[in-house]
């Protein structure tokens, strides 16, 4: 269950330089390349015998079926065929697309309601000042799984120990609200000794590493499924987040989920930093390091899936902790109610469902 | 779908040389082996307690099963075990075998129907003068996707482009007429230059590979599923297909398509010579050539068997080019109806029906 | 179909020597671990997100979920959580557990019915002057199949026809009794060359290696799926299974066999021998060998259980020799009947039934 009426991160550029890519989002099997006029998404399905478009190629900008050369227009109407005339042959579907901040975003649902212009605005991909640098799992669960692991993060301390996890997050109380679509999941701890990623950062970032800090953690969810964390260090009594920039280190954790099937997603994570955005081995470094926090992820989410999946009929806690994925199901399930056919309301998962506790 | 009551390639004689190979033809598991009158094949089941007899051996010409030695007839009985008296044990199915050719055939339907003269003769696999060479993979697709994909050699211009493909093939006319059960598809290209693996077999063939050749190359499908594609080129304006000999560079192209499940099979290819017959290090050439090319379209035809489960009821296109496929379907469909026990005619598949285009 | 008010094997100590272990035991998903009292073992399912709890670690003897810190009691009822009060958190199974032998042992079905005392005493696991060595095989066949092979060594002449299979196995009859729950079938051979295992065994004692030997073979099953077999070779003529230990080799083959799913198992294998009891080195190469010997059985096991999933309706045959596998059964389906909700009764499954041969 997902909304399909919604732009997802479906690719990144370099995904799509040399030629075309296929993926499943949302269920659909879609084909991205590079047309003429910019990137383009249709069904990964040529009209002629059924055979995948992305093992084919870009020619001049049009993508051709590398089985019988159809040529495939980007609204998803044959274009040409060696020796054939097209105009009787079936179209497939297009899919809205657009390239921006870094990455290509589709639309899977109806073209109709697409706009490019409620893609969220992404500061930190446009201003000068800052540097990006991520990667993208595969990973083997539900994408609200995801979405609850990041609004929750006191995981860290069990899932993370050995790199941002320390046991003053546990401690430390947490708020969430919700404004609009928007879900907000707040932690601030004071005056705790930074964890070795934070050490790093500091270093990194000319500070010393061995002193207390204030640290703080604000995760921001969008839907349908957009994860931005707002974390950071400052020398402790400066200001915590409100520290001025010489005094602490942060950057925003960047977590696009993009529904492959309803049991299966894609993870695009990364770090967005404003301290030395020229420093590309900096860059590399940390994408090194938060590629294997990241995966350390993994093999909790897929078996929490399966054993979901075992008892569908169980309902799990809602705690105080839990109150960011909690808050972002339910602007899930309203999305998701302006997309359902009118009719009796959709029942809520079990797995969301709510236990007084 | 696929007859049964039909001659299948099932094995070659070296896969069954040193012990009993098991392999599922036509959903049929099946235990291959060298009898003491020649190769025999039964049900790859022990009546005793279900054992796979293809983990048994054979001694002086008699199955044994490898489990706790039952000996096994080659016309489905139970001969003997250690210590028992087999007389009221159940049989299993025996199957009809022939071994001619240089292959292991079968006959997985009524034995009653089964006449080893039906088996096509194969000239080139007895004439002196001649030399074979070819392999086996295993493909996930339905068998008749491969044969579409032989009986339409257009995709070499885009399947295979660094080999055998050439745009002018895309560019001549094909030609399918079907002769009783057989369909042949003609196409001849003239004045064209020769592709990479026609360069190497004019060289081999003591000619110069770089002046215009006229190609051609005819696809002849007989049920249940054999392709025998006549292939070569010649020196332009010598004749062409009909050139004498000392001016071309020719070869049959051999596909036994043999049907392991709905949507796997066995594809037994291989290409047969009457230049340089004695030459082995060329045959290896060319084998090792071959399987690279012929490996190329698993994967499109893999995906293309994925897309067309996702669609059943997408109905594909048929033009011109697909028409040696579509008159191939045809025979199989005859065949098929014969088999069929009375009552309402089978369906077509929704990927073999007609499509005005 | 397996009994589950039973003690079966679950683990050994090694296993859970330094973080839980997953392990499902008919159909049960438990984690094991080694509580402050003791080993313990709970469902494998936090009732916070259901997060599998033998992902997470034991602190102080109390297991901790990995994902957000809920600590768990052996119980099954939640202990503390950080920031939270557990009191309404929901429970948990629990499972009884025992550390003996060397192994530990589970009850997957009701608590109120287990009681340690009925687990079976090992002698060899406690005397002095034993020693053993063994490992653990998961075999994708149904525990019973396993059963009937160990309960039929007639195998070993073709499966480990060149470690410890001989023709005079198969020549030997065999004899069958049950006596209350127990079934007891056994073998014994005169005055026969040994082959190579016991020909090791035998230098291993300081014996003659190439002189005829008495054999025997004994195999003990007792419920729920536990196989004991004596098995031992005597120089010719000193009183054979009874002759004096100076002119005897002999063990004792042990097999726990867990069933995990209905075509699953966890297969325990080991050897116990009072000989040499000191010698790690022997210990070490008897359990190489063992180990050679039995994974020879899994694919026969393996595609058994393939064919019999294939042909549901076909009744396999019930030889003498297979009589230690049939009884066993029928004791098995004793103790399904005890556990068997009152109605009509449990049909015998088709592999169990009876074929007059």
């Known amino acids: 269950m997902y909304p399909k009426n919604a732009w997802y991160v479906a690719a990144t550029p370099e995904e799509i ?28 399905f040529c009209p002629h015998r059924g055979a995948p478009l ?3 190629f870009v020619r001049d900008g049009t993508l051709v079926c590398g089985y019988h050369g159809l040529q495939m ?11 054939q005339r097209v105009r009787g042959f079936p179209c497939i579907r297009s899919y809205p697309v657009a390239e921006r901040y870094g990455f290509i975003w589709v639309w899977p649902g109806d073209p109709a309601l697409a706009d490019p212009a409620t893609i969220p605005h992404l500061h930190w991909a446009v201003d000068e000042g800052w540097a990006y640098g991520g990667g993208l799992y595969h990973i083997g669960c539900e994408y609200r799984l995801m979405i609850d692991n990041l609004m929750d993060l006191t995981h860290e301390t069990y899932v993370h120990a050995s790199s941002i996890g320390q046991k003053e997050i546990d401690e430390a109380p947490v ?23 934070w050490q790093a950062a500091l270093r990194g970032n000319g500070l010393p590493d061995d002193v207390p800090v204030d640290r703080w953690q604000i995760c921001h969810f969008t839907p349908p499924s957009h994860v931005l964390i707002e974390v950071g260090v400052a020398l402790a009594g400066k200001g915590g987040y ?11 954790v960047v977590d696009f989920i993009t529904p492959e099937t309803d049991t299966t997603h894609w993870y695009f994570w990364g770090m967005a930093r404003n301290f030395k955005a020229d420093d590309q081995a900096l860059t590399d470094t940390i994408r090194t390091g ?5 995966s350390e992820d993994r093999a909790m989410l897929e078996q929490q899936q399966a054993n979901i999946l075992r008892h569908p009929d169980r309902r799990l806690l809602m705690l105080n902790i839990d109150a ?8 899930i399930d309203r999305w998701l109610a302006r997309e359902a056919p009118a009719g009796p309301a959709e029942p809520a ?8 506790a």
């Open 54 to 56: 992305s093992l084919g």
């Open 349 to 356: 998962a079990p797995a969301s469902a709510q236990v007084a």
């Open 175 to 197: 708020t969430t609200k919700t404004v609009g679509d928007e879900v907000i999941t707040s932690r601030f701890m004071e005056n705790v000794m930074p964890p070795p990623f």
């Open 242 to 252: 409100d520290a001025p920039a010489e005094f602490k280190a942060s950057s925003i």
């Open 324 to 331: 960011g994925g909690v808050q972002s199901r339910k602007v």
């Open 290 to 294: 938060q590629g294997k926090i990241f």
């Open 73 to 83: 227009g980007c609204d998803g109407k044959p274009v040409a065929m060696p020796g």
């Open 17 to 44: 330089a040399d030629k075309p890519l296929g993926r499943q989002i949302c269920s659909e099997k879609i084909v991205f390349y590079r047309a003429a006029q910019g990137v383009a998404a249709v069904e990964d």
